[in-house]
């Protein structure tokens, strides 16, 4: 029996109509659609492989894209190992989404043309991350931080330290492009704090930079907070 085709499918942001047609169509043919709450990878990838022996056709379905943040890579190196055909569906990364479901542009001409995605899981004082924060703090592009709510202090406090202007403007988008969306408005000194007096929760997407200034005549997707 020939192995089943696998999809690693994004399935974008949250809107359902910012799912791409071809990952609509692979959905709509999928013997097996394959989702998580983060387990081990070594079990997805089993469950990756073992369906698509079968001659199963198999939907591994991501939020975002797959290959922002996601595990797309490491399932896609699994297949090749396993000799299973696969496709890479790109989907919608709620980096660029949520920002502009908010109102928030990543680049504009006249403020910046250039955006940096960066985890924010990871410890700006941690002397073996690879990410490197002072270059992100004193860069003039958008900083753009995914998975950052349970270190937003942290994360602020870094960028200042290492030269980001405190009165930066800086916001966070919860659940973006959906009908739960809230934003917060504020200052990379003050996002932490009006961001936990406003309750907002994770997932969060959260956007330093100049660009911010634009929500003020650009936002059309609502509702949300007010602006702190």
Same mark, same amino acid.
């Given at each position: 029996?020939?192995?089943?085709? #696998?999809? !690693?499918? $994004?399935?974008? %942001?949250?809107?359902? =109509?910012?799912?791409?047609?071809? &990952?609509?169509? +692979?959905?709509?043919?999928?013997?097996?659609?394959?989702?998580?709450?983060?387990?081990?990878?070594?079990?997805?990838?089993?469950?990756?492989?073992?369906?698509?022996?079968?001659?199963?056709?198999? #939907?591994? !379905?991501? $939020?975002?894209? %797959?290959?922002?943040? =996601?595990?797309?890579?490491?399932? &896609?190196?699994? +297949?090749?190992?396993?000799?299973?055909?696969?496709?890479?569906?790109?989907?919608?990364?709620?980096?660029?989404?949520?920002?502009?479901?908010?109102?928030?542009?990543?680049?504009?001409?006249?403020?910046?043309?250039?955006?940096?995605?960066?985890?924010?899981?990871?410890?700006?004082?941690?002397?073996?991350?690879?990410?490197?924060?002072?270059?992100?703090?004193?860069?003039?592009?958008?900083?753009?931080?995914?998975?950052?709510?349970?270190?937003?202090?942290?994360?602020?406090?870094?960028?200042?330290?290492?030269?980001?202007?405190?009165?930066?403007?800086?916001?966070?988008?919860?659940?973006?492009?959906?009908?739960?969306?809230?934003?917060?408005?504020?200052?990379?000194?003050?996002?932490?704090?009006?961001?936990?007096?406003?309750?907002?929760?994770?997932?969060?997407?959260?956007?330093?930079?100049?660009?911010?200034?634009?929500?003020?005549?650009?936002?059309?997707?609502?509702?949300?907070?007010?602006?702190?």
């Amino acid at each position: 029996m020939r192995p089943g085709p #696998v999809a !690693l499918v $994004g399935a974008g %942001p949250g809107d359902p =109509g910012l799912l791409t047609l071809r &990952a609509a169509q +692979l959905l709509a043919q999928a013997d097996v659609v394959l989702v998580d709450r983060l387990v081990s990878q070594e079990e997805i990838n089993a469950q990756l492989v073992a369906p698509a022996r079968a001659g199963r056709r198999v #939907v591994r !379905l991501e $939020g975002g894209d %797959p290959f922002v943040f =996601g595990r797309g890579a490491e399932e &896609a190196e699994a +297949l090749v190992t396993a000799g299973i055909a696969f496709e890479v569906v790109p989907g919608i990364s709620s980096a660029i989404a949520a920002p502009a479901y908010a109102g928030i542009p990543v680049t504009a001409r006249g403020h910046t043309q250039g955006v940096c995605v960066e985890a924010g899981h990871l410890d700006p004082d941690d002397p073996g991350s690879r990410v490197r924060w002072q270059a992100l703090a004193t860069g003039p592009g958008t900083l753009v931080i995914l998975m950052g709510h349970d270190r937003l202090s942290l994360l602020t406090a870094g960028l200042i330290r290492h030269g980001r202007a405190a009165d930066t403007p800086a916001a966070c988008v919860e659940q973006g492009t959906t009908p739960q969306q809230r934003v917060v408005v504020s200052t990379l000194e003050y996002l932490a704090r009006d961001v936990a007096d406003s309750g907002l929760r994770a997932p969060v997407t959260t956007v330093v930079g100049d660009v911010v200034r634009l929500r003020e005549t650009l936002r059309w997707f609502g509702p949300d907070l007010e602006d702190a």
